[in-house]
Structure formats: structure tokens, C-alpha cells
């Protein structure tokens, strides 16, 4: 099964009344990809299309997940966080190395600049170290962040070096190092 099929079963799951336009919308995807989607879906039985019979509207449809398309989309969400489990594994991985070549010990003080999400990833990535008195201070962006938490910090940990955008003075320089 593809993305856009994918999509939406998702989309027609929530919204089992909502028009093509509205499940095109939800699903990210063209007013006709959604047209040819919906046709396979019903062509392979994973999908029963209902219309309104007594309604005012006669072009007014309902979308129905039969059970093999509710058996269908729970495997390939299933997949899906498998997937992402396994891309989060890898991920943490290379920063659990990263952070043994950086020479820590369980007094430094890691300043981190870069998404919230990668704190998360960090501070997991540390666990199976010894640095469990390790001070992390995050921010999402160098600037705005405050001098003294630059100036104490023995180690400025970047995201990225897309995340170095601001020039740190020459004290701060020698700190620097990358996560990824």
C-alpha cells in the first residue's frame, strides 16, 4: 500500500462523511490523486462507499472502512512505528558515539543549541554513560541565549552547524563542538 493510500484510509477513518476536496485536504494530496486512491481502495475491498439515498443531496457519500481496510491500515501503522523506532535507535546511536569522542566527564556543563526534539534524543542518547551529573542547558537558537549561560558553560553543544549562527566571542570559540 502506498502514502497517499495510506493517507487517505487515515483521513476517511476520522472523517467518514467528508467530501473528496475535504479528504484531499486532510490527506495532503490532489483532488484527483484522492478520486483514483478512493476507486483502489474500493477495488481492493478495503474500502465500501455509501450514498445518502434519502438525503437532499444525492452526491453526498459516506466512506467506510471494511475490516480488512481496518486490518490493513492497523499493520501498516504498525510498520510505520517500527520504522521509526528503529530510526530513533539508529539516531541515538550515533549520538551516544558522538558524545564519547567529546571527552566529557560528570562534572561538565553542556550548553545545547538546536530543536527540542534533539534534547529529548540527547538526553537519552546519555543514559548509558557515565555523565549522570552532567548539567544540559537547551535553547533552540544561539541568539538570545543568555551570556552567563555561554560564559559557564565548558562545553557549547550544536545541533548542527547550521545552528551556529552567530559568531561566539573568542572564550566561547575553543567550546564549541557538534552533535551531529
Known amino acids: ?106 562534572n561538565t556543563r553542556m550548553l545545547f543549541i538546536g530543536p527540542f526534539e534533539m534534547h529529548t534524543l540527547l538526553l537519552d542518547a546519555m543514559k548509558p554513560l557515565p555523565l549522570q551529573n552532567v548539567k544540559v542547558h537547551s535553547f533552540p537558537e544561539l541568539p538570545g541565549i543568555p551570556q552567563k549561560q555561554l560564559d559557564e558553560a565548558d562545553i557549547i553543544l550544536l545541533f548542527s552547524e547550521a545552528y551556529f549562527k552567530q559568531t561566539l566571542n573568542n572564550e566561547q570559540r575553543p567550546k564549541v563542538r557538534y552533535l551531529w
Not at 21 to 30: G, P, Y
Open 1 to 106: 500500500m502506498s502514502d497517499p493510500e495510506y493517507k487517505v484510509l487515515d483521513a476517511v477513518e476520522q472523517y467518514p462523511t467528508a467530501s473528496q476536496r475535504q479528504l484531499a485536504q486532510m490527506a495532503e494530496i490532489s483532488l484527483g490523486q484522492v478520486n483514483y486512491v478512493l476507486k483502489s481502495l474500493v477495488a481492493k475491498g478495503l474500502l465500501k462507499i455509501n450514498n445518502f439515498s434519502r438525503a437532499a443531496n444525492k452526491a453526498k457519500y459516506a466512506y467506510i472502512l471494511t475490516p480488512q481496510g481496518i486490518e490493513e491500515k492497523s499493520k501498516l501503522t504498525a510498520n510505520f512505528v517500527k520504522r521509526k523506532l528503529k530510526e530513533y535507535q539508529k539516531i541515538k546511536d550515533k549520538i551516544t558515539v558522538n558524545l564519547q569522542n567529546l571527552d566529557l566527564d560528570d
